[in-house]
């Protein structure tokens, strides 16, 4: 990547292409609150969508065209928060003006489809960065420090489970449409986790995994076993599946001296359990949960951090995804 695009005392002005619900309270006023940052656009494909959005946010300007957004001279860099199906080429036309870009999650369809992206910024030489927020969040942080910690000893395995009752027919969306989502709920809630653990334990080297689709409600898979080998030497297995009758999220870092429960996706407390018994630890989200992220990313592009999510992270991430699923979308 080139240097920085701003010296240390520049705000970066940023642009959304999608202003849809992920970004009205998860990541949008997080550009705005963020040291050193500026939403000054949002783009919708529904103009007046976007104005509407552009006034409760009080955003200087709003497109119903994403080639303009991109084209706007006072637009520095852009967050694409569209499905996954437009990621390439948001990206690529962002690129190619020479604008960094954040992105949502999962990076893009595929892993194919990422590796372009992260090519395609890489020649441009700007950044490419992915909404795994919880890189950045405190609550995660302080996993990373008591593992990082030893408090569990050398880490030995990890185990994730995530289990949610089906919605009803007909609400799911986008989210199980494979040809706008790159998969299903799998996609969309375990690329958090799985990504997550890359952070925290280090690349995947072996993946393998089965997918099937168990309860016929649509078309993307509904249930998925997977098991996997960090570089590390740590050996994983995770189990998701979206249509049943219980609820539960909960992973698991066992150690040779204890272990670390978490969930990924609420703020129930963290348990540590040791020789010395379970401890627990409380540590709450900040009201926009995208917004460490987005000063670690705007931090970088001031030349002032790093941040800890790249395109290059959540290729990653994409590689192992495809690996799980492949049985189901790419049999034979």
Same mark, same amino acid.
């Given at each position: 990547?080139?240097?920085?695009?701003?010296?240390?005392?520049?705000?970066?002005?940023?642009?959304?292409?999608?202003?849809?619900?992920?970004?009205?309270?998860?990541?949008?006023?997080?550009?705005?609150?963020?040291?050193?940052?500026?939403?000054?656009?949002?783009?919708?494909?529904?103009?007046?969508?976007?104005?509407?959005?552009?006034?409760?946010?009080?955003?200087?300007?709003?497109?119903?065209?994403?080639?303009?957004? +991109?084209?706007?001279?006072?637009?520095?860099?852009?967050?694409?928060?569209?499905?996954?199906?437009?990621?390439?080429?948001?990206?690529?036309?962002?690129?190619?003006?020479?604008?960094?870009?954040?992105?949502?999650?999962?990076?893009?369809?595929?892993?194919?489809?990422?590796?372009?992206?992260?090519?395609?910024?890489?020649?441009?030489?700007?950044?490419?960065?992915?909404?795994?927020?919880?890189?950045?969040?405190?609550?995660?942080?302080?996993?990373?420090?008591?593992?990082?910690?030893?408090?569990?000893?050398?880490?030995?395995?990890?185990?994730?489970?995530?289990?949610?009752?089906?919605?009803?027919?007909?609400?799911?969306?986008?989210?199980?449409?494979?040809?706008?989502?790159?998969?299903?709920? #799998?996609?969309?809630?375990?690329?958090?986790?799985?990504?997550?653990?890359?952070?925290?334990?280090?690349?995947?080297?072996?993946?393998?995994?089965?997918?099937?689709?168990?309860?016929?409600?649509?078309?993307?898979?509904?249930?998925?076993?997977?098991? #996997?080998?960090?570089?590390?030497?740590?050996?994983?297995?995770?189990?998701?599946?979206?249509?049943?009758?219980?609820?539960?999220?909960?992973?698991?870092?066992?150690?040779?001296?204890?272990?670390?429960? #978490?969930?990924?996706?609420?703020?129930?407390?963290?348990?540590?359990?040791?020789?010395?018994?379970?401890?627990? +630890?409380?540590?709450?989200?900040?009201?926009?949960?995208?917004?460490?992220?987005?000063?670690?990313?705007?931090?970088?592009?001031?030349?002032?951090?790093?941040?800890?999510?790249?395109?290059?992270?959540?290729?990653?991430?994409?590689?192992?995804?495809?690996?799980?699923?492949?049985?189901?979308?790419?049999?034979?």
């Amino acid at each position: 990547m080139s240097d920085p695009m701003k010296s240390a005392g520049e705000r970066v002005r940023w642009g959304i292409i999608g202003c849809g619900d992920v970004t009205e309270k998860k990541s949008g006023p997080g550009f705005q609150k963020a040291a050193g940052s500026e939403l000054v656009a949002v783009m919708r494909r529904n103009g007046d969508l976007a104005r509407d959005y552009a006034e409760r946010h009080g955003v200087p300007r709003w497109y119903d065209d994403a080639a303009a957004l +991109i084209a706007d001279p006072e637009v520095d860099a852009v967050y694409v928060a569209t499905p996954p199906s437009s990621h390439l080429e948001y990206t690529r036309m962002a690129a190619e003006a020479g604008k960094p870009v954040y992105v949502e999650k999962p990076i893009a369809l595929d892993a194919a489809e990422a590796e372009a992206m992260v090519n395609a910024c890489e020649a441009a030489g700007v950044g490419l960065y992915v909404a795994y927020y919880r890189r950045g969040l405190p609550r995660f942080r302080r996993i990373m420090e008591l593992v990082g910690e030893a408090r569990i000893g050398q880490v030995r395995t990890v185990s994730t489970q995530l289990w949610r009752p089906a919605v009803e027919p007909g609400t799911d969306g986008w989210r199980v449409d494979p040809s706008v989502a790159g998969a299903g709920y #799998f996609a969309d809630l375990a690329s958090h986790t799985l990504d997550f653990l890359d952070f925290l334990l280090g690349p995947v080297t072996q993946a393998q995994g089965f997918a099937a689709n168990q309860a016929g409600l649509y078309d993307a898979e509904d249930a998925v076993s997977a098991d #996997f080998r960090y570089e590390s030497g740590v050996l994983g297995t995770g189990l998701w599946c979206f249509t049943t009758g219980t609820s539960r999220d909960m992973t698991e870092v066992v150690g040779s001296e204890g272990a670390v429960r #978490f969930s990924s996706f609420t703020t129930d407390p963290i348990e540590l359990e040791t020789a010395a018994g379970v401890q627990t +630890i409380a540590v709450d989200n900040p009201e926009h949960v995208q917004q460490p992220l987005i000063q670690m990313v705007t931090d970088e592009l001031r030349g002032r951090g790093r941040s800890p999510s790249t395109g290059r992270s959540a290729l990653r991430t994409a590689r192992v995804m495809d690996t799980i699923l492949s049985d189901y979308y790419r049999p034979g």
